[in-house]
């Protein structure tokens, strides 16, 4: 081992003779990953140097310091590398901190004087700019020319390159390759080169990287890991090569500079003329490679990479471009395995420890990520891009608190880092934080105006706000700098559909369907623009028509809503269902137009009034952004059901009132029931294919003719009320009853509420992910068994099988004991039949890759499980018209209003747990719950407590009457006895036409 240690330095020193700066690198590597010895850091510091490499000498300069800071050599060197780059404020503090170790303590008194020197000339040059010098980049401590000759001696074994300082510590200027900058005046440095892509993967913004291909940073060719972002390496040549090898260094710098340029098809000219002389060179191949993944040619990206690993395994540098062109083409395994390759050559490599965090965030490994993001920050404390990231896995891994940190760290290293108030913007809006979301995008437009993603990102948070108008005007600037962008031009077509613009929504869809796409989830975007489009248009078609014909349950084709349910692509749909009419064929038959919106007094009145009662559907837990579209939606809906009932008890109390004497009170309640088992007939409410073209029409406005108020209203119209005014007011939500779906209704579709998904945790669910987790092992520890994925029964008859399920604490502990991917259904308690127990919602745990897992709830809505919660629903709605229309009816007084109250609740107990809409089921709820509450003269004049979520509540709980005591522990102080609301303008009167609440949806007065 000896020997080859004397025979690999006997040949370094030839190396650095001839000037093969790019294979001593080689030399230098090998040496160092056998015996780490400071010397040999320097020396690796300088031949970099020669390339002018600069941050690789500085990070090599900073591993010096850390092993020996008394050296001088290694701060002489960072100190001419940041001068290089322009940092001279920088590389003055590095020279004095090097100079006041060696004043201290023995030290080499030729490098000392020669320190002072450096430190005279820079003080001396920051005081007088735009003086030319004549080296910028070079150590004068390794000059080459005639006034000086370097040494090379051999003392332990260890390599110690030299040189004899000339008077001026200056290249001499007929050296065969000298420094751009050796013509640029003091304090000027180069400009940083901008590789941002054009594809449309990458960012727009130079801070901003989108890819795992580092397109802010400079490509340095070498076969050590780079890192931060690089300044363009720019040489020339003054005077003829007077060696291959010396020719060679050159070439290779020239292409270097042209990638760093932008210019890759004349790096790779001169890249190929290199390798036509020398196919195996190692540096040649990886410029190349990096020059081909630049212009997204990643095949033979990776070719080039992996012929440089064959030509030399130890180039740390081919196995992390490599690594980074395979995570580009979504090859996450592979990258990954590339840039652990990688990091065994330089273990503590910031840079590819910074590279592996990005590429396992980007497949979504979050504890990955965190774990080599914290790596790299513990090594490179000023890497802004490594806070950022950080700071995103820990948001998608819950941790909250520290996310935040971390992006505000990102931030305070460089207030002007786009990227970081991008993603601290996301962070905010994910967490339903509005006023930060928009303070962040604000600095990132005072950044840079001309950023699409800032004004996708802004439009996205308005349109979660329901401020469509606002978020059409930033949408449409990012389209007006970026015309291909095809996620604001769905969004805006979702935002003149909701407000009626439907000739821009249709030419919107068009234009969205008429790209062409180069990812998946772009795909899904031209996919969902063909079904908005057909809602839009059949949205216009009923725009002057009376709002009770809006009828999306009973007009569209079964097949196309359950394939709009799924997002699936609409071949399938467009071959075998009815298209909607052209929208020139609306504007002829119906003559649409626009309506003015003109508040009159009676308008407004009614506005306000469904603002202030709207409002209170807000849950006030992270994720759920205040939206006042939906609030003014819950408003009106609430509103409308309570006008409504109280005509149907009205009629109900008449009815009873006026009936015979003689007729006995069980009769009459036998013939009640009756009449509410018939109605229970059209289960999917109005718009059934059950239900005649007159009966859709009338079940959403209760008749004044109608002989009986009871038969005017059954439970599924009521809620039909609500899921029609949520279907308008955000119509690219697909909410659909879930049995007016095609076929798949008899195997179950159902919803699907994730907690965790992946490893990430959902910012909205994960709260109830303790209670969700105890309360399966309990329905485990009552049935003794669970359901496989094939609905077949695992039955845990060990009881230490049952023990470690009901010890687990995760959701590992869990799939750990069963083995597979497994259910267990919650139970409901039934009102209508005693003793039986309904099917609640099932708790399913899923494998997600090789850590992750899909822990959800998912209600599946069988033929069976309706016709259970259809007889629970009509018997709670009977219950509730018996409590208000006998002797409380009409009353003000909350004390004898205690039973409606009550079984207003238990129906909305079984309508969560029934959750028989493709989505929306919450918000639907708790609007009947208030219109019912209204009706009975009870308005609810408090938010839901924070933290609390009704429908959650509901689903967690096995009896409805605890769900009943715990809500109403909270809801009933809050209730107030009031008529007032009996004094509001009608609204199906007040707003006639579909085009009339759409209007009314999306106008305010501030």
Known sequence: MESSNISERAELVKLCSSRSWSKAIRILDSLLSRSFITQDICNRAFCYSKLELHKHVIKDCDKAIELDPTLIQPYILKGHALSSLGKEEDALLTWEQGHGHAVHQSADLKQLLELEELLARAKENKTSTHEHHAMDSSSAIMSVGDSGTKTHTISNGTVEIDSKASETSQICSNSSVTSEASSKPKGSSESESNLTSKSEVHKRSSDTSELCIKLSDEVEIRTRPSNGSKKSLKILANGNSKTTSISLDLRLSRGIARVNEGNYAQAISIFNKILKENPIYPEALIGRGTAYAFKRELHSAITDFTEAIKSNPSAGEAWKRRGQARAALGESIEAIEDLTKALEYDPNSSDVLHERGIVSFKFKDYNAAVGDLSSCLRQDKANKSAYTYLGSALASVGEYKKAEEAHRKAIQLDDHFVEGWIHLAQFYQDLANPEKALECLKQVLQIDERLPKAYHLRGLLYHGMGEHRNAINDLSVGLSIESSNVECLYLRASCYHAIAEFREAVKDYDAVLDMELDSMDKFVLQCLAFYQKEIALYTASKFNSEFCWFDIDGDIDPLFKEYWCKRLHPKY???????????????????????????????????????????????????????RRQHRMAGLAAIEIAQKVSKAWRSLQAEWKHSSKGTTKSSKKARRKERLHLLSQNRGGAGCSTSSLSDTSTSYGVSDDRTSGLCAMSWQDIYALAVKWRQISEPCDPVVWVNKLSEQFNSGFGSHTPLILGQAKVVRYFPHYQRVLKFAKTVVQEAKYVNNSSDAAIYLTSDEKLQKMLNADSCSDLYNVIGEDFWVATCCNSTAFEGKRLEGTRITLQKMGEQGFDFSIRTPCTPSRWEDYDAEMTMSWEAVCNAYCGETYGSTELDLLENVRDGILRMTYYWYNFMPLSRGSAAVGYVVLLGLLLAANMEVTRSIPQGLQVDWEAILTSDPDSFVDSIKSWLAPSLKATSSWKGYPDVASTLTTTGSVIAALSSYTD
Not at 620 to 626: R, V
Request: hydrophobic fraction near 35%; include cysteine.
């Open 573 to 627: 749909v467009c071959e075998r269902v009815f298209r909607q009419p052209t929208l020139r064929d609306s504007l002829r038959k119906a003559k649409t137009r626009k309506q003015d919106f003109i508040i009159t007094k009676q308008k407004a009145a009614l506005l306000q009034e469904a603002d202030l009662i709207g409002k209170r559907i807000q849950y006030d837990c992270p994720g759920f952004l205040p939206n």
